[in-house]
C-alpha cells in the first residue's frame, strides 16, 4: 500500500502537475473547471478519474484545512507519476507523507526515533570484563563499542524491534533473484539494486538522526527490494560531515543513531534481513548519510562485523581520503594498545580487543604500507639509546601481534624514543597507497609494451594472492583490498583478455574433482566481485585444483595463445561409409570440439571470446556432414532436484546463442535448440548431436481435417474457430511488463500458423488481455494488451501467414488474465478492431 497524505488548501496549485500526469496516461483533468468547482464537484471528478488512474478520493477534516485528499494506491501505470504531483506543494517542496491509507485522517506522526543501541555481542562483553588498566575506559573502547553496538539485537532480523506487517505492502516489489544463484551471486544482485536505489545513501540533515521526506521514499524502495533476498544480511553504515581528522565520539554516536534509525525504519516496512549497525562519525568523510550494503547469511551476526562493514565502505575513496580515512582509523584504534612499564609486552586483556580493532582497520586497507612508530616516556632531552631500543621493540611487538591476527600489509617499524615527547605509545601512518602495483603512465607505450606492464603487476597481485576460508569460495570482506587493486589495474588494461586460475591445498598427487571445483569456484567469486568494481574484461576462470600443489590462491595472468586456440579437430573422410556410422563420426567429433566447454558468464548468454575458435570448428565439422540435422542442447549448474524455469530459459537461450555464432561462421545445417536446466546433473555446458527431426517430432495437438477445403464457408469459420480455441488452451505468455513473447510459446505459434494456412481467405482477429480485474483496467494495460497482440502477428507472419489479421487490446476488461485470443467473425472482422 502506498502511504495516505493530506494536502493543504494550498497544495491546490499542483492540480496543473496532476493533470500532466493524468494526460500522460490517457486521461483529461480539466483544471480551469476543478479551480471553480465546489469541493463536492471536485471529489465527484476524481471519483471518475479514479478507475482509470488507481486513485481514490478521501476525505480529510476540516480542522486540517485541508479541502481535498487524495489516496494514491499501487499501480503499474499512472499512479506513481500522479503521486509525484500531488506530493509537491505550492512552493515546489513535497508534502508530508506519513501514516498507512487508514491513518489518513490523522495527525501526522513525528518521526521515529532511533532505538537505543543494543547491547555489544560476546567479543566486546569480554573487552568490558577487562578494562584498561586502573578501571578507566579509554576513548577507543567507547567509540569501538558504539562500532559494535547494535549487533547483537540489530542482527536477529525481523524479530527484534517493531516490524510492520508484511501485509501492510501490496506494491509490487522488484523482481526476486532467480532460485539457482548462489548466495554471493545474490548479494552481487542485491548490492546492484541497494546502489541503483541509493547511489549516494539516504540523506540526513545536519546534526538529525530522523529520517526526512526524501529518506522515507528510498526506505520504502529499499525495503521492497529487500524482500526478495531474505536470507541476505544487510548492513548500515552511518556518517557524520566533516574530514576524518575532526572524528569525535559525538560524531559517531550521531551517525550510529542514524544507522540504527534507518535499521528501525526498514523492519517497519517489513524487511526480515538480519542487520548490523556501525557508526563511523567522519571517518571516512561521507557527509550526513546511512549507507547501505548487503551481506552474506551469517556475517550480520558475526563478531567481525565492523571489519566486514568497514571493507565494503572503503570502496570509491580517491587516494588522498583512503589515506586520511585509515590515519583517523588508526589513531582511534590505537588509543587502547598499552604496554608493560620498562618492557614491550603488550598488556593481556585491555590490549588484546584494541589489536583487533587495528587488524580491522588494516584488513580494509590490505595494500597500503604502513609506518609504525614507537614512542617511550620522558622529555626529549631525555632520549637516549635505551628509549630508542624500547619503542623500537614495542612498534616490533605490535607488528607481530597484527600479523598473527592476519594481516598482510607491508609495516616498517621505527622507534623514537622520547624524541617528540608524547609518551608511551605507538602511532601508525599510512605511507605508500598500493606498494609496487601503481599502474604507471601507459602513454606512448606499445601494446607489447603496455602488455609486460600489465603481466608484471598481475605477478604481484598472484604473489599478494587471495586468502579464502578452508573449504569456501566466499570473498573475505578482509580481501576486498585487493580484489579493488585488480580491478583497478584491469580498468587501465580493458581490451584485454585475463585468465584467473584456482588453486587448491594439497600435493599434486592429491588432485581430485572436489578440489577442482572448489578452485573454479574461488576464480569465479573473485570475478564477480571484480567485475563489481567496474572491470570489463572477458575473464576465463579456471579450477587447477592441487594439480600444480601451488597451495590455497589464485593466480591472475594474461591470456596466452594457446588458452585462445582450441584443440584441432581432424574430419576423417566418410566416403562410401552408411549414414548411421556418418552419424556416429559426426557425433564423435562435436562432442571432442566441445571437451573444453563453453564458459559462459554467471547468468549470461553471451558466447564468450575465448569460445569463437570452438565455434568456428563446429562450422567446419557441421559443413563437412550437410545432411544432418542437429540438437543444440543447453545445460545449467546445479542438481536434477534442484531444476526450475529460470535454469531451462538460460540453458536455451546459450543453446541459441551458439547456434546464431555458428551459423555466423557459414554453417547451414538445421539446429534445433533445446534448454534442460539442470534436469540431467551435467552443469553448465552446451552439447550437440545428430538426430532424426522425424522421429522426435512431437504430434501436432490440434489436427485440421483433410476435407476442412470441400466445407462451406460458415462450416470453414466455425472449424477455423474451434481450432483455433483448442490451439490456444495452452497459452501464450510474454516477459513480464514486456511484450516480448516467452521462448516456451514458440510450439504453439507454429501450431496456429499451420492452422491459419489452411485457411488463407479469412480476416482474423488477434486480441491480447493482460491480468487484473475489469475494475482495475487502465489505458497502460489497453496499449500493453494491442502491443502484444501486434507481436503474435509479427511472429505468425515470421511463419508464413497470409491471412489479414486485425490487432485489439481489451487490456484487464474481461479479467481473462495474461493471454491472446485468435478468432473469425461472422463478418470476416470485428467492431472496433483496428490494423495495427
Same mark, same amino acid.
Given at each position: 500500500?502506498?502511504?495516505?497524505?493530506?494536502?493543504?488548501?494550498?497544495?491546490?496549485?499542483?492540480?496543473?502537475?496532476?493533470?500532466?500526469?493524468?494526460?500522460?496516461?490517457?486521461?483529461?483533468?480539466?483544471?480551469?473547471?476543478?479551480?471553480?468547482?465546489?469541493?463536492?464537484?471536485?471529489?465527484?471528478?476524481?471519483?471518475?478519474?479514479?478507475?482509470?488512474?488507481?486513485?481514490?478520493?478521501?476525505?480529510?477534516p476540516?480542522?486540517?484545512?485541508?479541502?481535498?485528499?487524495?489516496?494514491?494506491?499501487?499501480?503499474?501505470?499512472?499512479?506513481?507519476?500522479?503521486?509525484?504531483?500531488?506530493?509537491?506543494?505550492?512552493?515546489?517542496?513535497?508534502?508530508?507523507?506519513?501514516?498507512?491509507?487508514?491513518?489518513?485522517?490523522?495527525?501526522?506522526?513525528?518521526?521515529?526515533?532511533?532505538?537505543?543501541?543494543?547491547?555489544?555481542?560476546?567479543?566486546?562483553?569480554?573487552?568490558?570484563?577487562?578494562?584498561?588498566?586502573?578501571?578507566?575506559?579509554?576513548?577507543?573502547?567507547?567509540?569501538?563499542?558504539?562500532?559494535?553496538?547494535?549487533?547483537?539485537?540489530?542482527?536477529?532480523?525481523?524479530?527484534?524491534?517493531?516490524?510492520?506487517?508484511a501485509?501492510?505492502?501490496?506494491?509490487?516489489?522488484?523482481?526476486?533473484p532467480?532460485?539457482?544463484?548462489?548466495?554471493?551471486?545474490?548479494?552481487?544482485?542485491?548490492?546492484?539494486?541497494?546502489?541503483?536505489?541509493?547511489?549516494?545513501?539516504?540523506?540526513?540533515?545536519?546534526?538529525?538522526?530522523?529520517?526526512?521526506?526524501?529518506?522515507?521514499?528510498?526506505?520504502?524502495?529499499?525495503?521492497?527490494?529487500?524482500r526478495?533476498?531474505p536470507?541476505?544480511?544487510?548492513?548500515?553504515?552511518?556518517?557524520?560531515?566533516?574530514?576524518?581528522?575532526?572524528?569525535?565520539?559525538?560524531?559517531r554516536?550521531?551517525?550510529?543513531?542514524?544507522?540504527?534509525?534507518?535499521?528501525?525504519?526498514?523492519?517497519?516496512?517489513?524487511?526480515?534481513?538480519?542487520?548490523?549497525?556501525?557508526?563511523?562519525?567522519?571517518?571516512?568523510?561521507?557527509?550526513?548519510?546511512?549507507?547501505?550494503?548487503?551481506?552474506?547469511?551469517?556475517?550480520?551476526?558475526?563478531?567481525?562485523?565492523?571489519?566486514?562493514?568497514?571493507?565494503?565502505?572503503?570502496?570509491?575513496?580517491?587516494?588522498?581520503?583512503?589515506?586520511?580515512?585509515?590515519?583517523?582509523l588508526?589513531?582511534?584504534?590505537?588509543?587502547?594498545?598499552?604496554?608493560?612499564?620498562?618492557?614491550?609486552?603488550?598488556?593481556?586483556?585491555?590490549?588484546?580487543?584494541?589489536?583487533?580493532?587495528?587488524?580491522?582497520?588494516?584488513?580494509?586497507?590490505?595494500?597500503?604500507?604502513?609506518?609504525? $612508530? %614507537? @614512542? !617511550?616516556? &620522558?622529555?626529549?632531552?631525555?632520549? #637516549?639509546? /635505551?628509549?630508542?631500543? +624500547?619503542s623500537?621493540? *614495542? =612498534?616490533?611487538?605490535?607488528?607481530?601481534?597484527?600479523?598473527?591476527?592476519?594481516?598482510?600489509?607491508?609495516?616498517?617499524?621505527?622507534?623514537?624514543?622520547?624524541?617528540?615527547?608524547?609518551?608511551?605509545?605507538?602511532?601508525?601512518?599510512?605511507?605508500?597507497?598500493?606498494?609496487?602495483?601503481?599502474?604507471?603512465?601507459?602513454?606512448?607505450?606499445?601494446?607489447?609494451?603496455?602488455?609486460?606492464?600489465?603481466?608484471?603487476?598481475?605477478?604481484?597481485?598472484?604473489?599478494?594472492?587471495?586468502?579464502?576460508?578452508p573449504?569456501?569460495?566466499?570473498?573475505?570482506?578482509?580481501?576486498?583490498?585487493?580484489?579493488?587493486?585488480?580491478?583497478?589495474?584491469?580498468?587501465?588494461?580493458?581490451?584485454?583478455?585475463?585468465?584467473? $586460475? %584456482? @588453486? !587448491?591445498? &594439497?600435493?599434486?598427487?592429491?588432485? #581430485?574433482? /572436489?578440489?577442482?571445483? +572448489?578452485?573454479?569456484? *574461488? =576464480?569465479?567469486?573473485?570475478?564477480?566481485?571484480?567485475?563489481?568494481?567496474?572491470?570489463?574484461?572477458?575473464?576465463?576462470?579456471?579450477?587447477?585444483?592441487?594439480?600444480?600443489?601451488?597451495?590455497?590462491?589464485?593466480?591472475?595472468?594474461?591470456?596466452?595463445?594457446?588458452?585462445?586456440?582450441?584443440?584441432?579437430?581432424?574430419?576423417p573422410?566418410?566416403?562410401?561409409?552408411?549414414?548411421?556410422?556418418?552419424?556416429?563420426?559426426?557425433?564423435?567429433?562435436?562432442?571432442?570440439?566441445?571437451?573444453?566447454?563453453?564458459?559462459?558468464?554467471?547468468?549470461?548468454?553471451?558466447v564468450?571470446?575465448?569460445?569463437?575458435?570452438?565455434?568456428?570448428?563446429?562450422?567446419?565439422?557441421?559443413?563437412?556432414?550437410?545432411?544432418?540435422?542437429?540438437?543444440?542442447? &543447453?545445460h545449467?549448474?546445479?542438481a536434477?532436484?534442484?531444476?526450475?524455469?529460470?535454469?531451462?530459459?538460460?540453458?536455451?537461450?546459450?543453446?541459441?546463442?551458439?547456434?546464431?555464432?555458428?551459423?555466423?561462421?557459414?554453417?547451414?545445417?538445421?539446429?534445433?535448440?533445446?534448454?534442460?536446466?539442470?534436469?540431467?546433473?551435467?552443469?553448465?555446458?552446451?552439447?550437440?548431436?545428430?538426430?532424426?527431426?522425424?522421429?522426435?517430432?512431437e504430434?501436432?495437438?490440434?489436427?485440421?481435417?483433410?476435407?476442412?477445403?470441400?466445407?462451406?464457408?460458415?462450416?470453414?469459420?466455425?472449424?477455423?474457430?474451434?481450432?483455433?480455441?483448442?490451439?490456444?488452451?495452452?497459452?501464450?505468455?510474454?516477459?513480464?511488463?514486456?511484450?516480448?513473447?516467452?521462448?516456451?510459446?514458440?510450439?504453439?505459434?507454429?501450431?496456429i500458423?499451420?492452422?491459419?494456412?489452411?485457411?488463407?481467405?479469412f480476416?482474423?482477429?488477434?486480441?491480447g488481455?493482460?491480468?487484473?480485474?475489469?475494475?482495475?483496467?487502465?489505458?497502460?494495460?489497453?496499449?500493453?494488451?494491442?502491443?502484444?497482440?501486434?507481436?503474435?502477428?509479427?511472429?505468425?507472419?515470421?511463419?508464413?501467414?497470409?491471412?489479414?489479421?486485425?490487432?485489439?487490446?481489451?487490456?484487464?476488461?474481461?479479467?481473462?488474465?495474461?493471454?491472446?485470443?485468435l478468432?473469425?467473425?461472422?463478418?470476416?472482422?470485428?467492431?472496433?478492431?483496428?490494423?495495427?
Open positions: 500500500r502506498r502511504r495516505g497524505m493530506g494536502l493543504e488548501s494550498k497544495a491546490l496549485s499542483a492540480l496543473p502537475l496532476a493533470q500532466e500526469a493524468a494526460a500522460a496516461s490517457g486521461s483529461e483533468v480539466p483544471a480551469a473547471a476543478l479551480a471553480a468547482a465546489s469541493k463536492e464537484e471536485r471529489n465527484a471528478h476524481w471519483a471518475l478519474l479514479a478507475p482509470q488512474l488507481d486513485v481514490r478520493p478521501t476525505s480529510l476540516a480542522a486540517a484545512g485541508a479541502e481535498l485528499g487524495i489516496a494514491v494506491a499501487a499501480t503499474a501505470s499512472a499512479g506513481a507519476p500522479l503521486q509525484e504531483a500531488l506530493e509537491l506543494g505550492a512552493s515546489g517542496e513535497r508534502a508530508v507523507v506519513e501514516g498507512p491509507l487508514e491513518a489518513a485522517e490523522q495527525e501526522p506522526r513525528k518521526p521515529t526515533l532511533p532505538a537505543a543501541v543494543e547491547a555489544a555481542p560476546a567479543a566486546a562483553a569480554a573487552v568490558a570484563a577487562a578494562p584498561p588498566k586502573e578501571g578507566r575506559r579509554s576513548k577507543s573502547d567507547k567509540m569501538w563499542s558504539m562500532v559494535l553496538g547494535g549487533l547483537g539485537g540489530a542482527a536477529e532480523g525481523g524479530e527484534a524491534g517493531t516490524p510492520g506487517p501485509e501492510a505492502f501490496s506494491a509490487m516489489p522488484p523482481s526476486p532467480p532460485d539457482d544463484l548462489s548466495d554471493t551471486a545474490q548479494l552481487a544482485l542485491l548490492e546492484e539494486r541497494l546502489q541503483a536505489a541509493a547511489p549516494s545513501g539516504i540523506a540526513f540533515g545536519a546534526n538529525s538522526s530522523a529520517v526526512g521526506e526524501e529518506g522515507r521514499l528510498a526506505v520504502r524502495r529499499i525495503a521492497e527490494i529487500l526478495g533476498f536470507k541476505l544480511g544487510v548492513q548500515c553504515a552511518g556518517h557524520a560531515k566533516g574530514k576524518p581528522g575532526d572524528n569525535n565520539l559525538a560524531k554516536a550521531l551517525s550510529q543513531d542514524r544507522a540504527a534509525c534507518i535499521r528501525d525504519a526498514l523492519r517497519a516496512e517489513g524487511a526480515p534481513n538480519a542487520f548490523a549497525c556501525v557508526g563511523f562519525g567522519s571517518a571516512l568523510g561521507r557527509g550526513n548519510c546511512v549507507r547501505l550494503h548487503g551481506m552474506l547469511p551469517g556475517d550480520a551476526e558475526s563478531d567481525d562485523a565492523p571489519l566486514r562493514i568497514l571493507g565494503w565502505n572503503t570502496g570509491g575513496l580517491s587516494v588522498e581520503q583512503e589515506r586520511a580515512s585509515l590515519d583517523q588508526l589513531k582511534e584504534a590505537l588509543d587502547g594498545v598499552a604496554f608493560e612499564p620498562n618492557k614491550a609486552t603488550l598488556v593481556k586483556g585491555a590490549s588484546d580487543y584494541a589489536v583487533r580493532q587495528v587488524g580491522w582497520v588494516l584488513q580494509a586497507f590490505p595494500t597500503w604500507t604502513i609506518r609504525c $612508530e %614507537g @614512542h !617511550a616516556k &620522558g622529555d626529549p632531552a631525555d632520549n #637516549n639509546d /635505551g628509549k630508542v631500543r +624500547l623500537q621493540a *614495542r =612498534a616490533e611487538s605490535l607488528a607481530a601481534a597484527l600479523e598473527a591476527a592476519g594481516v598482510s600489509n607491508q609495516i616498517t617499524c621505527v622507534g623514537h624514543g622520547c624524541a617528540q615527547g608524547i609518551g608511551m605509545c605507538v602511532r601508525m601512518f599510512a605511507e605508500n597507497p598500493h606498494g609496487d602495483m601503481e599502474v604507471p603512465d601507459l602513454a606512448g607505450l606499445s601494446d607489447a609494451e603496455r602488455r609486460r606492464v600489465l603481466e608484471g603487476l598481475l605477478a604481484k597481485i598472484s604473489e599478494r594472492g587471495v586468502n579464502f576460508e573449504n569456501s569460495h566466499d570473498v573475505p570482506t578482509r580481501e576486498l583490498g585487493v580484489v579493488r587493486t585488480l580491478a583497478r589495474i584491469l580498468r587501465a588494461f580493458p581490451d584485454v583478455m585475463v585468465i584467473i $586460475e %584456482g @588453486h !587448491a591445498k &594439497g600435493k599434486p598427487e592429491d588432485d #581430485n574433482e /572436489g578440489k577442482r571445483k +572448489l578452485s573454479k569456484a *574461488r =576464480a569465479e567469486a573473485v570475478r564477480s566481485a571484480v567485475r563489481l568494481e567496474g572491470a570489463t574484461n572477458e575473464m576465463r576462470c579456471l579450477g587447477m585444483g592441487s594439480a600444480l600443489g601451488a597451495g590455497a590462491g589464485l593466480h591472475v595472468r594474461t591470456a596466452r595463445p594457446e588458452d585462445l586456440e582450441a584443440r584441432q579437430v581432424a574430419i573422410s566418410i566416403d562410401g561409409l552408411p549414414r548411421d556410422e556418418q552419424e556416429d563420426v559426426l557425433n564423435n567429433l562435436l562432442a571432442e570440439a566441445l571437451r573444453g566447454n563453453i564458459e559462459f558468464e554467471p547468468n549470461s548468454q553471451v564468450p571470446r575465448s569460445a569463437m575458435e570452438t565455434v568456428r570448428q563446429l562450422a567446419r565439422i557441421l559443413n563437412a556432414f550437410p545432411g544432418f540435422a542437429i540438437k543444440c542442447e &543447453g545449467a549448474k546445479g536434477s532436484s534442484e531444476n526450475n524455469p529460470a535454469k531451462v530459459k538460460l540453458s536455451q537461450l546459450r543453446a541459441e546463442a551458439l547456434k546464431a555464432a555458428i551459423m555466423a561462421e557459414g554453417a547451414s545445417s538445421a539446429i534445433r535448440c533445446v534448454g534442460r536446466g539442470s534436469a540431467e546433473g551435467l552443469g553448465m555446458c552446451v552439447r550437440m548431436f545428430a538426430f532424426d527431426p522425424a522421429a522426435e517430432a504430434p501436432c495437438r490440434v489436427q485440421v481435417p483433410k476435407d476442412a477445403a470441400k466445407l462451406g464457408k460458415e462450416e470453414q469459420r466455425a472449424l477455423l474457430n474451434k481450432l483455433l480455441e483448442k490451439a490456444l488452451e495452452k497459452r501464450i505468455t510474454f516477459e513480464p511488463n514486456s511484450v516480448e513473447l516467452e521462448f516456451t510459446v514458440a510450439d504453439t505459434i507454429k501450431e500458423a499451420r492452422i491459419l494456412k489452411a485457411f488463407p481467405g480476416r482474423i482477429v488477434c486480441e488481455h493482460t491480468k487484473g480485474s475489469p475494475e482495475s483496467n487502465t489505458i497502460a494495460k489497453l496499449r500493453l494488451s494491442k502491443a502484444r497482440a501486434e507481436s503474435v502477428r509479427a511472429a505468425l507472419i515470421r511463419q508464413g501467414v497470409e491471412c489479414e489479421i486485425l490487432c485489439e487490446g481489451k487490456g484487464s476488461s474481461e479479467g481473462a488474465g495474461m493471454c491472446v485470443k478468432f473469425v467473425t461472422a463478418e470476416g472482422g470485428r467492431d472496433g478492431a483496428e490494423e495495427g
